[in-house]
């Protein structure tokens, strides 16, 4: 139940979420690691392996999908 | 460090997981907020956090003293002190160059051969809030309205607290201290404060983002290139801009307080559907309205006097109330349009009959006080008062120009009205309505939006406006 929950169960919840935005946007995370991580080689080899994943079982399509959709939309077609 | 990055998520997982063994010791848990707080501020410049300090101590400092006090002039002594010396503080940071070039502007038209030195100091994010935090402790500890805090890692906390350092809501001190006091909430709410700040995200990511860099940005940095069309377009969308970044940011700090067990007052509700610039003040930024009415214009007398008496405190309430947001005379002019439509609209007041109440007057009413802030935006917009009178003698002269609004950017105008018609209970209400779902879904649910919300912004989030106040 979402009436109250504990902050254990909180910080469940929140790691679930991230778990779940990394699936559905890995290109944004790997975008962000390679900003972000100076000279992370590993971390930006795990994130890329991450995306390179994720985009072999489909979880980018919905990402991409709206991605274009919103893009389109912008510039007029 | 802004809410809609990721860099800010990984920081709040790290400030609950730092929370879930702290979740029963009261005091250790503040202390560990405190910390995560000036980590947070930190992030854009650590020489900050010393003047948050510093004014927190002046803050308890302060309190102190007043409680201390034998006699009540002693007691107004001290808090007279201690304000002025948060406003000397917040002027030096914020206003010091802004009078010196003032001078320098006046010494040229006199004619004097010689310039006053600018500071060039660093305006630190925040100062102006933190600042208004402090002194609605130390006045309403003077006024008997909050008890005396004794406890330094309260009022650190009270000042610092990351949620709404960097651009409010202001929080009052009668509204905050009590919950510091009461021991940490076994249970948090999770649906409301997760629709608030999904909500948010999507106002500012989507919303205020494109709003600014497909039309706001490009007419308002050289308004003689647009035409009619583009000018009036560009003032709806900087309202709906401005509305969905301020009321985003403010949305997502209640939602990351809630999720921390704190409450923070609303900030607004509805602003544009407002009847008159009264009730527009009751719905915009309203912890700073309802500040500036408790500790300026009812101080200087309110309404307790004639109408030019009534008419002079309203004026100086909005003139400082626009300096505050920044060190410019657009703002004072911004602040002088809406205490001029206040005084105005009282002393219209006695004349407005039952056409008023009528639904044509009411919606007729709603039209013209959205464009009269409409024009307040402009001024608060525009880089200078020459672009300005550029911008408004272009929007009535018109010209034919190439069309900047697109209906994309039309769409995102007519969606931010459409949220800014949302009654503000309606995320409590779908949270009661989907409260009985499993609390992972709002996981995977948060986790998936929060994705997609990315997908359909464009690339890279600017800061929140209000950061620079």
């Not at chain 1, 994130?47 to 912008?74: C, I, K, M, N, S």
């Not at chain 2, 309205?289 to 030019?308: A, Q």
Request: some cysteine; aromatic content about 14%; charged content about 15%.
């Amino acid at each position: 139940m979402t009436v109250g929950v504990t902050p254990r169960k909180l910080l469940g919840i929140a790691v679930l979420g991230c778990c779940v935005a990394a699936l559905f946007g890995a290109a944004p995370l790997a975008a962000w690691v390679d900003a972000s991580i100076a000279g992370g080689t590993v971390v930006q080899q795990a994130a890329d392996a991450w995306h390179e994943l994720t985009q072999r079982f489909g979880f980018d399509a919905p990402y991409d999908a709206l991605r274009h959709a919103v893009r389109d939309a912008e510039a007029g077609h | 460090m802004l809410f809609p990055t990721l860099d800010f998520l990984l920081f709040f997982i790290v400030v609950l997981a730092v929370m879930v063994p702290l979740a029963v010791t009261a005091e250790w848990r503040k202390l560990a907020l405190v910390a995560a707080s000036y980590f947070f501020y930190a992030q854009w410049n650590w020489h900050y956090c010393l003047l948050l300090a510093g004014s927190s101590l002046l803050t308890y400092a302060g309190g102190i003293a007043i409680g201390a006090a034998s006699s009540q002039r002693t007691r107004k002594l001290i808090v007279g002190v201690t304000v002025a010396m948060h406003l000397l503080l917040l002027s030096t940071f914020k206003y010091l160059d802004f009078l010196v070039g003032s001078a320098n502007h006046l010494l040229h038209a006199l004619g004097a051969g010689r310039e006053l030195p600018f500071m060039e100091i660093i305006l630190p994010v925040g100062i102006s809030f933190f600042t208004f935090h402090g002194i609605s402790y130390l006045v309403d500890t003077y006024r008997g309205d909050v008890a005396v805090c004794r406890r330094p890692v309260d009022i650190l906390l009270y000042l610092s607290f990351f949620p709404q350092l960097v651009a409010g809501p202001i929080v009052r001190a009668a509204f905050f201290l009590p919950q510091l006091a009461r021991p940490p909430a076994e249970r948090v709410p999770l649906a409301e404060p997760v629709l608030l700040i999904l909500g948010g995200l999507f106002k500012k990511v989507v919303i205020a983002t494109y709003l600014a860099t497909d039309l706001v940005d490009p007419v308002f940095f050289d308004p003689s290139r647009f035409g009619t069309t583009d000018l009036v377009l560009a003032a709806y969308g900087y309202a709906v801009q401005i509305y969905c970044d301020f009321s985003a940011y403010t949305d997502m700090a209640i939602g990351f307080a809630a999720l921390l067990g704190y409450r923070f007052p609303i900030n607004f509700d509805q602003p544009y559907r407002a009847q008159s610039l009264r009730e527009f003040w009751q719905r915009w930024h309203i912890s700073l309205s309802s500040w500036l009415r408790d500790y300026l214009y009812k101080p200087l007398g309110g309404s307790r006097g004639s109408r030019w008496f009534t008419a002079r405190n309203l004026m100086i309430t909005m003139l400082l109330g626009g300096i505050w947001h920044g060190a410019a005379w657009k703002f004072v002019a911004w602040g002088g349009l809406h205490g001029a439509g206040l005084v105005i609209e009282r002393w219209l007041q006695p004349w407005s009959g039952a056409w008023a109440r009528s639904w044509w007057g009411r919606a007729l009413a709603v039209l013209i006080v959205f464009h009269i802030v409409c024009l307040g935006w402009i001024l608060f917009r525009a880089d200078s008062f020459d672009t300005v009178v550029i911008y408004l003698t272009t929007l009535v002269h018109g010209q034919d120009a190439e069309m900047q609004a697109t209906p994309f950017t039309i769409a995102l105008i007519v969606l931010g009205l459409a949220l800014n018609a949302v009654p503000r209970d309606v995320p409590g209400r779908i949270a009661a309505l989907l409260g009985e779902r499993p609390a992972w879904l709002w996981g995977v649910t948060a986790g998936f939006a929060i994705a997609m919300i990315d997908a359909m912004g464009p690339d890279g989030v600017a800061p929140f406006i209000y950061f620079q106040f």
